[in-house]
Every structure is written in structure tokens, then in C-alpha cells.
């Protein structure tokens, strides 16, 4: 056997040296691509973890808030007396350790190392908006989303033409009862004046208002005219001291610290319209009403605020019947015809009585009086599921004056053309401050809400509508990240 020379030892040791640094470079190499992959695993895994977090907190939206109104917002109170952003920090902690834990993992023990070593470390809620951030504002939005896809601009386009008309024809300033009542006191003057018919002969002039039984009427109040059955109306009341806009302001809700994207005047006019819309879709009013609710007639409440269903009715009734009157006194001062009718039987009056100089008075005291009546009609049509123009002409005036000064129980007509009942409404609600309709629809939401089984301490102010959180992670291998993330409702980006 042949030994080795030194030149063949010398050449092993070369390959072995040679092959032990190769090996240890590429160990190195290898080493290093595995921490960097460890590394940017567990960032990625800390930001898929974080998201996993904020969507499983967001979707513990409030059931009952989305059943009855189309809502999503998630009520930190969890059923709890008293709302606490905390607890939802630590529904998203929760969430978080158990999918850092590896728990479902089928016999980690036997297949499973954990390769990140991740733990949460803390979590800040560094942004917050309520429903009722910004006077309610975020509320109005997240009521104008719930319908924006499903409504029609030419409603909208109507609706501005409607109150185009309010305002140029002042259908909501003048006060047709005052200017009626100047001149019944004038034409009373001339009760028990003495007059000379004749040389020798005096009489006491005996004054007869031809408008008399009507406004008794009027003293009687409108909605007992305007309804089948006034003994069946809703007596249902609020508590005005549990309302959200008592706590509001006294200054006790809840106030995020979510910067709110501001809008033209086109778009908050645009909002606005939508806002309204949903209201009418998802609150009762009369002919429509609420029977589980707090109230039965909630559009009314909107428009008049007051704690009890039939004051709200009442109200309302009274609002629209003072824009017929109004409407109907300016259309029958400009119809020639109704003014030649008024006059003939004016001088007629007067000349009984004796005063033929206060016919002028008498006449108009008619006329006053035959759009009283027309009014009274209107709005027995619209109580009754049907339709009147803003503004009448010649083919849709209804009373001559004969029955109308007589006011009795003519048979109704309802009419296909002009604005129901819900369109005088919208033209109501939008009258209204925004701030203030604003609040009472939060009113009647959170006291609905409070009605059904679990939510007794239920309030807008403690929903969440979207949250900004800081999430700090770290890893037993030494890794810290920080991740940021912001996520809300609003479907209109």
C-alpha cells in the first residue's frame, strides 16, 4: 500500500478548510433569511391580527339598532348601565390573544412549533366618533347612507319647488286667523249702533256675522273637524327627562374626537333631503302609525316636540291647516268669479242689517270665511289618504259658498292630484332646524331601542361609529411593531 506524500496531505487539509468556510458563510446566509423571514412574519401577522381584531369588534354591531332602523354602530355598553370605550379595547384584546395563541391548532403539541412567539403587549383607542358626535351630524349621515342607494332625485327636485312655492306665496308667515279676527271686531262695531231710517224713525242695527258658525268651529279646534275619530287617537307620552337631547344639552353625552369631513351647502341640502326620506321610511306618523313604539305618530313628534302623541297631531294638523288657509285665501282673492259671488251676497247682508256701507267689510269677511272652510276640507281629505295642490285653481277648488258658510258633512272626494299627507310633512320637517329634528329622531331611536328586552340602558351616545386604535405587538424573540389602523361604517367613501 502506498502512503501519501505531503502534497496529497496538503491538498485535503485545503478542501476541508475550504468546504468548512463555504458551509459557515452559507449557515450565516441561511440563519439570516430565516430571522428575516421570522421578522417580516410576524409584522405581517401582527397587521392580519389587527385587522382580524377590528373587524370582529365591528361586527358586534347592535342587533336591534339594525332590525329596527337600518343602523349600524356598536354600543359600548354591551347591556350595561353605563357606556365604556374600554370594553371594547378589551373585546379587540380578545380577539387578538386568541389568534396569537394558536389555540385551534389541531395537536400543536405533536406538529406545531410557534415559529413567531407573538403576544400583545397593548392597545390604545387614540380616535373615537359617537352617533351623536357634532350635534348629531354622524347620526343624520349614517341615516341619509341607509337610503341614499334606494331614492329618486325628482322627489327631491319636487320637494324644492314645494317650498320655492312656501316661500314666495309666504305660506307659513301670514296668520290668516288674525287678519279674519280685525275684521270681525270692525263689522261688530256696528252691533246695537243706532240708526235714522226715516225722520221719525230710529232702529238698533242688530249685526249677524255670516262667518259665525265657522269660527266657532275654529274655536273648537281644527283636528276634531279634520279626523274620523278623535275619541281613538293615540294618547301615548315621552319622557322628556331620559331624552338625549336633554342630556345633550346639559352637556352629559359622551363627545368623540373623530375630525368629520365637512360638506358644501349643495351637499348638506342633498343630506338633508335623504335624512328626511329615511325618517318617513322608518318612523310611523298618522294613517302609518308605530303601534310597538313610544310614540305612534313620530313625523309629528319630529315637527313638533311636543311629550304626547295627540299634542304632536294636534300641532301638526294645526301647522298644515294654517298653510291651506293661507294658500286658499291667496288663490280666492285672485278668482274674480268667487269675488263677484262674495260681493252679490255681501251687499245683500249688509243692506239687512241696515249698514249697506260696511258691504266692502262683509264681502271680505266671506271670502276669509270660504277659504276657512275650503281649509277645513283640505285637510279632512289629507287625514283621509288623499291629495291636495299647494296651490288651488278653479278645478280643484271644492266648496261654493252656499256650503261652504254651512260647513256640513259633505261627502269627501279624495283627489289623485296635489301633495298627500307625507309630502306636507316633508315640507314640515324641512322648516324644521336641522340641529333640532336631528335631535329628536335620536329621541325616538334610543327610546325604541330602550323598549325591546336586553336594552333598558341602551344610548346613541355610547355607539361607536368608527375608531382609530394603536396596537403594540412583541414577540419572545426579541421583535416589538406598532400598527395603526382606522376603520368606520359609513359605506360612502
Avoid at 441 to 461: K, S, Y
Wanted: aromatic share 10%.
Amino acid at each position: 500500500m502506498r502512503r501519501k506524500n505531503q502534497y496529497e496531505y496538503f491538498v485535503e487539509a485545503y478542501l476541508t478548510v475550504y468546504l468548512t468556510l463555504t458551509l459557515t458563510i452559507l449557515l450565516s446566509l441561511c440563519l439570516a433569511l430565516i430571522e428575516g423571514v421570522r421578522q417580516n412574519t410576524i409584522f405581517l401577522e401582527a397587521e392580519c391580527v389587527t385587522d382580524i381584531g377590528m373587524n370582529s369588534i365591528f361586527a358586534e354591531y347592535h342587533r336591534e339598532l339594525l332590525a329596527q332602523y337600518n343602523l349600524f354602530a356598536i354600543d359600548s355598553s354591551y347591556g350595561s348601565p353605563l357606556p365604556e370605550t374600554d370594553v371594547t379595547v378589551r373585546h379587540m384584546a380578545e380577539y387578538m390573544e386568541k389568534n396569537f395563541s394558536g389555540e385551534d391548532v389541531i395537536l400543536d403539541w405533536l406538529f406545531y412549533r410557534d415559529f413567531l412567539g407573538m403576544q400583545l403587549k397593548d392597545i390604545d383607542m387614540t380616535k373615537v366618533s359617537f352617533m351623536t358626535d357634532n350635534e348629531g351630524s354622524v347620526f343624520r349621515r349614517r341615516a341619509a347612507e341607509a337610503v341614499w342607494d334606494d331614492m329618486y332625485l325628482d322627489l327631491f327636485r319636487e320637494l324644492q319647488e314645494w317650498m320655492q312655492v312656501v316661500d314666495s306665496e309666504q305660506l307659513t308667515q301670514r296668520d290668516i286667523a288674525a287678519e279674519k279676527r280685525l275684521l270681525d271686531k270692525k263689522l261688530d262695531k256696528y252691533d246695537g249702533e243706532e240708526k235714522q231710517i226715516s225722520e221719525t224713525e230710529w232702529i238698533v242695527v242688530e249685526v249677524k256675522n255670516p262667518t259665525a258658525g265657522l269660527m266657532k268651529k275654529r274655536k273648537e279646534g281644527i283636528l276634531k273637524w279634520v279626523v274620523e275619530n278623535p275619541g281613538e287617537l293615540s294618547d301615548k307620552n315621552l319622557s322628556g327627562s331620559q331624552l338625549i337631547s336633554t342630556r345633550m344639552a346639559l352637556g352629559k353625552v359622551n363627545q368623540g374626537n373623530w375630525r368629520t369631513q365637512e360638506i358644501g351647502e349643495a351637499e348638506q341640502l342633498l343630506e338633508r333631503f335623504f335624512f328626511q326620506e329615511y325618517l318617513l321610511r322608518y318612523m310611523g306618523y298618522y294613517g302609518a302609525e308605530s303601534e310597538e313604539d313610544a310614540l305612534s305618530y313620530q313625523i309629528e313628534y319630529l315637527v313638533a316636540g311636543k311629550e304626547n302623541d295627540l299634542d304632536n297631531l294636534k300641532s301638526v294638523v294645526n301647522t298644515i291647516f294654517a298653510i291651506r288657509e293661507v294658500a286658499n285665501t291667496v288663490y280666492i282673492f285672485s278668482d274674480q268669479e268667487k269675488c263677484l259671488t262674495a260681493e252679490a251676497l255681501a251687499y245683500v247682508l249688509a243692506s239687512a242689517m241696515t249698514i249697506p256701507e260696511a258691504a266692502e267689510l262683509i264681502k271680505f269677511i266671506l271670502l276669509f270665511g270660504w277659504a276657512f272652510a275650503e281649509s277645513i276640507y283640505d285637510v279632512q281629505c289629507l287625514m283621509a289618504g288623499g291629495r291636495v295642490p299647494l296651490m288651488k285653481d278653479q278645478d280643484t277648488w271644492y266648496y261654493d259658498l252656499d256650503k261652504a258658510l254651512k260647513l256640513g258633512n259633505t261627502e269627501k272626494s279624495l283627489e289623485e292630484r296635489g301633495l298627500a299627507y307625507t309630502d306636507y310633512l316633508r315640507i314640515l320637517m324641512m322648516l324644521q332646524n336641522t340641529e333640532v329634528l336631528t335631535a329628536r329622531a335620536m329621541n325616538m331611536v334610543e327610546t325604541d331601542i330602550r323598549q325591546t328586552p336586553g336594552n333598558a340602558h341602551f344610548r346613541l351616545d355610547g355607539c361607536l361609529d368608527a375608531l382609530e386604535v394603536c396596537v403594540r405587538v412583541k414577540s419572545v424573540y426579541g421583535y416589538e411593531c406598532e400598527i395603526t389602523r382606522q376603520k368606520q361604517y359609513s359605506v360612502m367613501q
